[in-house]
């Protein structure tokens, strides 16, 4: 079906790993993609446990350091990806000259279902000290809408960098976490802390801030690391392999605030995850005209902050500026970017979810309303209207009534 | 003995025609194993002996697969080798979820009295696959059997699992010459597997129940027994 190979299109100079998942030059570094055929029967002693002791996986194993070897490619690491039927394995090419040639001779070596570059991605984010605190609920009504729903049990990956899950507003909200990144400890991280916070920080009286889905399961799934403090890395392979965890774990809504070129083996991910009922959110990138991806990927819904103009149309629009949330070492800080707004639309979608659990992501997107003009709070028309969103769904007014809000989608 | 042995080479051919009509993307892949006690269902093919076995499957791209296993095998007091030619197809329902259905050809070498073939179709998941086998002769006894089992996995750490398995043997029609015997019997499993890259290591508790519904023309006498064994992938 497929492999992976992943090129990286920046030069940071960081180095994280020696197996290259996360090392600075993933430039020289593609992935390959080996059939994984689906298990089955194999007669023998073993005969409870040949589903575990596969032995096609060191077969694959064996072909994939010939097809290195025939490529002057070195074999750095590998990870299955039953979501997709693959085995997916990163080498690296001695020079980026030599990388073209590669990828040349392996689209036409039978052995590879796929060959790509390994992609870099980063977040739509900026953590700094920018304005002075409006707080977000009031934009959101969380009040009112929390009576309808909070998300609860709703499984939320979050496909980040690291998230601190003994922040106070943290603590009991993160179900599971995993690392993606080899070699590489996981460890609380700034972008991945502040998505966490606003889609499901717990609501607990006193300090804090409340998540949009704050009864939310969320799941913490490092596929991204802060190179500095303002530069945070995800790549093709770390992706993949967070992607490919959170369906086979049965996520509900995926939280990809993120962008970066578009990848054969992320969009065969995302293919799946939207065949199984997972709505994918994406951060759209104001810098490009569609988006960027993974944004601008067919069924995935695309959110940019509500100051963004122009965007692409099927765009959602909502909170991106001015947003308290939280940051490692149990602090709370102000972000600004589009990740955050993607952020809110994935915890309200959370909402949606838990409302209408047997909705496709496209009926889900069907249940979102928007405001047509300017609100009294300040919200620029075009953005989601929450209130109106989750009043559809509950099929009774949850916030003023009596303004009844809009209710037409924009395009 | 021949003729077991003729058919065994008539399987190997077709399966390598297999492969070469179809080589882009399929795979080969092998299993040699050392098991201190050669446990079928429950049952011991070696009479508590270790045997050496060898498994050679070959997986195309569309999902039709084949191969076959040679193991050393004890009956009746006399050394024989077991061949088991397999062919099924195996498909995914979901990204966890997967099917299969196949049969496979079981002879003894010097021993054709037991030779049977099986149909069977199943479920997997990542942690658990259901299967149930049918056989119109059961190990050549003229009995009609249905063997259905449960196989479970649990990861304890990286390198470290737990494995478990429960199966029912079902006889739908008893011969004349078993017609004493239990309708069914049960057998279990519990162990664990330790895998170091190509390398895997079993320890398993075996377990069969106590009926008089032994393997027809087959002495069975330890119910219980612990099976290390020992394989190398490649």
């Known amino acids: ?52 002791d596969d032995p096609g996986r060191s077969a694959r194993l064996r072909i994939a350091k010939d097809i290195a070897r025939a490529h002057s490619l070195t074999l750095v690491t590998d990870w299955p990806m039953p979501a997709l039927g693959v085995d997916c394995f990163v080498m690296e090419a001695a020079s980026n000259d030599s990388l073209t040639q590669s990828m040349e001779m392996l689209s036409h070596d039978s052995r590879v279902e796929w060959a790509q570059p390994m992609s870099t991605y980063r977040p739509l984010a900026n953590t700094e000290h920018l304005y002075s605190l409006q707080p977000s609920a009031k934009y959101w009504h969380l009040a009112e809408i929390h009576k309808a729903a909070t998300g609860r049990n709703i499984r939320m990956a979050i496909i ?45 009286d006193g300090a804090g801030i409340e998540g949009i889905a704050s009864d939310a399961h969320l799941m913490a799934l490092r596929a991204c690391w802060e190179v500095t403090e303002h530069d945070t890395r995800c790549n093709s392979f770390t992706l993949g392999k967070a992607l490919n965890f959170a369906i086979l774990n049965k996520a509900q809504v995926i939280n990809l605030s993120l962008t970066g070129p578009p990848d054969r083996l992320l ?21 490009i005209a569609d988006g960027g991806f993974p944004a601008s990927y067919p069924g995935v819904l695309a959110v940019a902050d509500e100051d963004s103009k122009p965007v692409k ?32 639309v994935s915890g309200i979608v959370a909402l949606l979810v838990e409302m ?25 028309a075009g953005t989601i209207d929450a209130c109106a ?18 209710s037409k989608v924009i395009h | 003995m021949q003729g077991a042995r ?100 079981v002879r003894f070498v010097d021993n054709s009295d037991y030779n049977y073939v099986e149909e069977f179709v199943g479920l997997s998941t990542d942690h658990f696959n259901a299967r149930i086998s049918f056989s119109p002769s059961y190990f050549d006894s003229q009995t009609r059997t249905i063997y259905a089992e449960l196989n479970a996995v649990y990861p304890l750490q990286d390198h470290l699992q737990l494995l478990a398995h429960i199966g029912s043997l079902h006889y739908l029609v008893i011969s004349d010459e078993s017609s004493s015997m239990a309708t069914s019997r049960y057998d279990g499993r519990i162990g664990v597997n330790a895998k170091f ?38």
Request: net charge negative.
């Open chain 2, 6 to 105: 003729c058919d065994i080479v008539r399987v190997a051919a077709a399966l390598l025609l297999l492969v070469l009509a179809n080589m882009a993307q399929a795979q080969i892949s092998g299993n040699a194993t050392i098991v201190s006690d050669y446990r079928y269902r429950g049952v011991s093919l070696s009479q508590g002996k270790p045997e050496a076995q060898v498994d050679i499957g070959y997986d195309s791209s569309n999902g039709w697969y084949s191969g076959i296993l040679a193991s050393g095998a004890r009956l009746n007091y006399a050394d024989t080798e077991q061949l088991v030619a397999y062919a099924g197809y195996a498909g995914r329902f979901l990204s966890e979820l997967n099917w299969e259905v196949g049969a496979s050809d």
């Open chain 1, 313 to 344: 149309a099927g765009t959602l629009l909502a909170p991106g500026r001015d947003i308290p949330t939280t940051a490692p070492d149990g602090k709370w800080n102000f972000v600004n970017g589009t990740s955050f707004a993607c952020a809110h």
């Open chain 1, 356 to 380: 209408n659990p047997s909705f496709t992501p496209a009926q889900i997107r069907q249940q979102l309303k928007f405001n047509l003009t300017p609100t009294v709070d300040g919200q620029p």
């Open chain 2, 197 to 234: 890259s190509d390398w895997n290591v079993q320890l398993a508790w075996v377990a069969i129940q106590k009926t008089s519904a032994y393997y027809p023309r087959y002495e069975d006498r330890n119910p219980r027994a612990t099976v290390l064994s020992v394989s190398y992938s490649f």
């Open chain 1, 160 to 204: 980040d960098s690291g998230i601190d899950d003994h922040h106070p507003d943290l603590t009991g909200q993160v179900i599971l976490k995993e690392n993606f990144i080899d070699g590489n400890p996981y460890v609380p991280e700034s972008h991945g802390t502040a998505v966490a916070g606003i889609i499901g920080a717990g609501a607990r």
């Open chain 1, 389 to 406: 969103t989750i009043s559809k769904s509950a099929g009774s007014c949850i916030c003023a009534c009596p303004l009844a809000h809009a």
């Open chain 1, 1 to 52: 079906m497929g492999n992976c190979l992943a090129a990286s299109v920046t030069t940071s100079t960081d180095s994280i790993t020696s197996d290259g998942t996360s090392n600075a030059d993933t430039s020289r570094q593609l992935l390959v993609m080996l059939h994984m055929p689906p298990p089955h029967f194999r007669p023998g002693s073993n005969y409870s446990g040949r589903y575990v």
């Open chain 1, 267 to 287: 969009q065969r991910l995302l293919d799946a995850a939207l065949s199984q009922g997972i709505t994918v959110v994406g951060a759209a990138d104001p810098h």
